[in-house]
């Protein structure tokens, strides 16, 4: 199957072809990861961020386009991914940081809901940290809130720094899908709620 044109390997893919996925996979991962890499100053990250757009190519190959280019189509949606994965890796921060700093005044019936909301949010990211092993919570306080490097973390821990990337990035994931499930709906909720009875 060597030189197969991207065409044929797409349509092929959108039969089921295992090997023909398994071709584009070998064809484009590299140049993905490096890009991918570049922005996400990660491995582990990086690595995953490659292996999440082509597990979404396989899941939804009846909708690929065999006439069009696949490889601006991986390309656009790793850009789409990484900056998904930019925003959640900080989200955290920047949401705690938005909350304490903007003015509901306009919105919210009582300014002090401002409070209540920055204060609730910051409730749901303690439970979300106390679920995390003790290892994965002692790595992600040191990196997300003192601000520490994985050089000086690992050194700390007496741990290799692939160590603190893994524990890093499993805790940093589990984080992000709990604040997901959990606050951004919150959130929203409350900030609605506020407006309605803000209309009466």
Request: proline letters at 2%; glycine letters at 2%.
């Amino acid at each position: 199957m060597k030189g197969i044109d991207d065409h044929i390997l797409v349509q092929r893919i959108k039969e089921g072809d295992r090997e023909s996925f398994k071709k584009l996979y070998n064809r484009y991962h590299q140049p993905l990861y490096y890009l991918s890499k570049k922005y996400l100053k990660d491995e582990i990250f990086a690595k995953d961020a490659v292996q999440d757009i082509f597990v979404k190519v396989w899941k939804k190959r009846d909708e690929l386009n065999a006439s069009s280019s696949i490889k601006s189509f991986l390309f656009t949606m790793l850009k789409n991914h990484l900056l998904n994965m930019i925003r959640d890796k900080k989200n955290h921060r920047k949401i705690l940081n938005e909350l304490k700093h903007t003015d509901f005044s306009s919105s919210v019936s009582n300014p002090i809901e401002n409070k209540v909301i920055y204060s609730e949010y910051l409730d749901f990211l303690k439970k979300a940290i106390k679920k995390l092993s003790p290892a994965e919570r002692k790595v992600f306080q040191m990196k997300s809130f003192e601000g520490l490097s994985n050089d000086e973390i690992a050194e700390r821990n007496e741990v290799s720094v692939n160590t603190v990337k893994t524990q890093y990035y499993l805790s940093s994931k589990f984080v992000r899908n709990y604040l997901k499930k959990h606050a951004d709906l919150f959130i929203f909720l409350i900030v609605s709620l506020f407006q309605v009875k803000d209309s009466f």
